[in-house]
């Protein structure tokens, strides 16, 4: 259990899911408990769908760390890859109308920061060293 790719898949994935869970609850678009216009933590603007969206790439992440390494580096990386678009994408989408996401600057800096985090150690580590034929 102790190669990178997990603990980093273990530790984002629960960090997605706590903020999906969060974002569920207190997101500043539709959230269950929330006044409108609240900011998660000060700075993350959110609603269900990206709530929703967080649960489904957190549970990913902890389910493939806690299967595998090979499954681990796979998963790191085509989330850390997703991440990496949504970001992309968010950093023409806020303040639009077509920003169904509700996605904000402190979003887009998640995104990325996961996104690094998550390549880099998809790509990069825990990767079998090939043999001598």
């Not at 700075?43 to 389910?63: D, F, K, S």
């Not at 678009?85 to 996605?103: E, Q, S």
């Amino acid at each position: 259990m102790r190669t990178p790719n997990r603990v980093l898949g273990l530790l984002i994935g629960s960090g997605f899911l706590l903020l999906g869970v969060l974002g569920l609850l207190f997101a500043s678009e539709g959230g269950f408990f929330a006044p409108r216009g609240a900011l998660l933590f000060g700075a993350l603007e959110g609603n269900p769908a990206q709530g929703i969206l967080h649960i489904v790439l957190g549970a990913a992440l902890a389910m493939a760390a806690l299967s595998s390494v090979r499954y681990a580096a796979t998963v790191n990386g085509v989330v850390g890859a997703m991440l990496l678009v949504l970001g992309l994408a968010g950093l023409f989408l806020v303040g639009t109308d077509v920003n169904v996401l509700a996605l904000n600057v402190a979003d887009n800096a998640v995104h990325f920061g996961a996104a690094a985090v998550l390549l880099a150690a998809g790509l990069g580590l825990d990767r079998p060293e090939p043999t001598a034929t």
